[in-house]
């Protein structure tokens, strides 16, 4: 139930073609925090891999949602 769960989850969702899941539940993230960006949070997280991150991007693209 955090900005993060939520965003992942949006994210593997796309990757299995539940793209109307994946929508609902970035619809969620977004009432709950308007101001919210995926490369906003994401590019401030530790992630060691990088490729990691491109991988949840693809997972949100795939389901037409906004990773700008």
Request: no cysteine.
């Amino acid at each position: 139930e955090t900005d993060f769960s939520r965003a992942a989850l949006a994210s593997a969702l796309g990757h299995l073609g539940e793209f109307e899941q994946a929508r609902r539940v970035w619809a969620e993230l977004k009432a709950i925090n308007p101001q919210y960006t995926f490369k906003g949070h994401f590019g401030r997280q530790p992630f060691k891999n990088k490729g990691d991150i491109q991988r949840i991007a693809e997972g949100l693209i795939a389901a037409g949602l906004p990773i700008d």
